[in-house]
């Protein structure tokens, strides 16, 4: 110890500082500890917070408009929609690239149904410009091999855009092989022919993917010899000369022909197709869509949409889901109260029942746990239907006339009574455990000084219990607020919750993105809630057990 | 050690008695401090509560009380003492009302209460712990049973206050129980008990959860206060010490009966059977059979053959069993103090236990090894050597023959 001087900090024996020392010793129990943890901690983490995370990303990832329609969508950015005119013949000239490209690959009706999100009836037009998708490349098809029938083969435009590792490579590969080597683009072509370059490179992706033939010598798509005249229409002559390769002849014929060839406009030929491409709207729909992410699913979730005019409402008749957030968030408040008024008396019977007694009724209020959820509900239906046992009671007893039986299930009451039912014991433990807690001298010593049965309830009993209430609320509510089956089985059109829309946007519409801005939304929602209750009450207070 | 301890209370206890009178007067002739509190009432003889043969079952089976009789009477300081399961806390529930006697009467200022639930009781109540409502402050605490009694704000106020200072915590009326020691939500609790100036006030082992020397200051502050006051005060206890530093009146309960009712000294001095005199402090016993009876000399033949002469208590023919029972520090082996032709005892010196203000010495005395001499740390006093042959002694009425 005698190199530890006054000054300097402090050291363990070996002359390492002190707290260095401490860090290293407490390392390894956190090691240790985490190793304990590890496995449940991986396990929750790859079946539980990733797909979550990735799920719940879902709602702001908006790549399949750029992705699909990449040359368009640059191209649009630059389009004022206000001035109510559709965008100029460019725009239309890249969508016939984008579009014969994606329709190629089957990606358009994707984008079709994503756009129609936003936009009802996008849909289709896709739909319909993807049949007709094959006429626009017409026209340069035939212009380029009228010029040269070489452009017919594949291996010319193999030569022409790919590099020459690439062609190397394929003219060794045989389909024994396996798969095609990975494309690699001709760096000179590539800048000086991008457009074309881009859609060579999905060609041979799609052969490589297909791997039936080579792409070499896969027949062209149409959409080449559109890009192709769209690039050489605006490239220069040194970029071109600058191209090498087999085709470098060919390529410098047509870049001299296509000067004098007649513009075409693929306008008109967008708009022959569908007249939708001839609306501003539908337009306006492709640039509030192209960014990467969007607010869109969030808007959607809350009935508003993103137009020109910036952020307003949807038309009446689409607004749903704030109705259904209201109420699913008013009725789990209903069904939470039931709760409590229900089992605040059965949890203070349990606290202060002799242990042996209280053991049994505590199997009473555990047994629903151990039933299963799907056969109590069921059993609900049985209670409730018109022709079920509560309304055949009530027909018997003369009170309910057999004509006019209550309509018990398939709205809003059968979902409260059956989710109360089923929260009951979320709302009794948490109760009874605070419950437990309180000494029974309290209420005797409010009574020793002159307090009502009543008073010394209210204002000693009821004030200490409140923990409990608080733990028992804020389970049942948020158990409430995101429950499914229960409301899809008896709550008819009335009587759904936000959930049962959010399962059917997964399921049925396979609007995941909706689907997962409406339970972010939730998440958020149940997050704000457990905020605002510990800033209240505060989570120190709410016992569990 | 105990014992004399207990012996130096008794007397104290007495010289405080004879002062609280005059402290009293003072208080109403000032008329400072708190006369609203204060029950003009001093203790008078007329019984002011009443057990009239209260039994008391829980399971229908056994009877935890059996039989009881007690009268209380105005500004009595009684307590009820007793080994756990004897009765007494259920005697006090019985008057508090939370738990109604199976049979008897129960009579408070002459009223049959039996039928009248707890809150009408007006009987002010200290619980074992405390009970202080966890959720209020102290000020909030000690206005519940004003508020319940729909007085005005600014009264309560000034009760709560007076209150506060009577028990020395005013300064701590913004403070949650939670926030204050053990010794200070005591003298919350009584002074919540004594806020609406009940007449009766019951305490239920207030001092159980203290340690030993706030333990002991508390014991005082609440004679005080109880005295001060004139209130009636029923305090429920298993420590004897507190049962006889505190008390006017002791009743020493076991089985669900009581085992004696009388002032401390009397029940130090004179305990009446065997289980109070083993209950009361300590107790050196010797087994025997009564030889015969003179008057108010038995003579008690022990079970080696040896006679003692003894004060016949529980004791009426010859040949009945009895257990001896002689106070360690009433035993002499000084043969020059004892009085002449008194039966002595051969004993030997067994251990010699030096402890400062005393000397304890254990004896073999008629084949018992537990046997205890007691002696003050005079400078005089002989020191016994363990293995010394002596022979001990005592007066005849402090060696009392009771039931075997």
Redesign the interface.
Known sequence: MSDTTDTGPMRAADGTPLKKSLARALRRQKLRALALIAPLLIFVLVTFVVPIADMLFRSVENQIVSDTLPHTVRLLSSWDSSTGETPDEPVYAALAVDFQAASEEKNHTKLGTRLNYENPGLSSMFRKTGRGADDIGKASTKRFTDLDPAWKDGATWAALLGSDDWLADMAEWSKDDGRQPRFSPRAEAASALPMTSDVYTAFARVARTENKKSAVETKPWPVLYTALEQDLATASPESLSAVNGASAGLLQAAGAAVPGFEPISYKDAFIDIDKGWSEVDSWQTIQSYAARYTPGYFLNAVDLEKSPEGIQQRPEQQQIYLMLFWRTIWMSMLITFCCLVLGYPVAWILANLRASTANVLMILVLLPFWTSLLVRTSAWKVMLQQQGVINDILVWLGLVDDGSRLVLINNQFGTIVAMTHILLPFMILPLYSVMKTIPPTYLRAAKSLGATNWTAFWRVYFPQSVPGIGAGSILCYILAIGYYITPELVGGTQGVFISNRIAFHISSSLNWGLAAALGSILLGAVLLLYYVYDKIVGIDNVKLG | MKGVVLAERVENRAVFRFSRVKGLERLTKSNTGSPNLTNAKTGGDAAFVEFEHVQKSYDGETLVVKDLNLTIAKGEFLTMLGPSGSGKTTCLMML???ETATHGDIRLGGKPINNI?????????V???Y?L???MTVAENLA??LE??GMSKSDREAKVKRALDMVQMGKFGGRRPAQMSGGQQQRVALA??LV?EPELV?MDEPLGALDKQLREHMQFEITRLAHDLGITTVYVTHDQTEALTMSDNVAVFDDGRIQQLAPPDVLYEEPANSFVAQFIGENNTLLGAVKEIKGDIAVVELDDGELIDCKPVNVSKPGERTRVSIRPERVEFNKARLQPGAHTLKAEVLEFIYMGDIFRTRLRVAGNDEFVVKTRNAPDQVRLQPGAQIEIGWLPQDCRALDA
Do not use: D, S, W, Y
Request: charged share 15%.
């Open positions: 508090a009302g939370f639930p707890p809150h009408k009781r007006g009987i002010g109540m619980f074992q712990n009970a409502f966890p959720h519940f049973p319940v009694r919540r008990a609406f019951l």
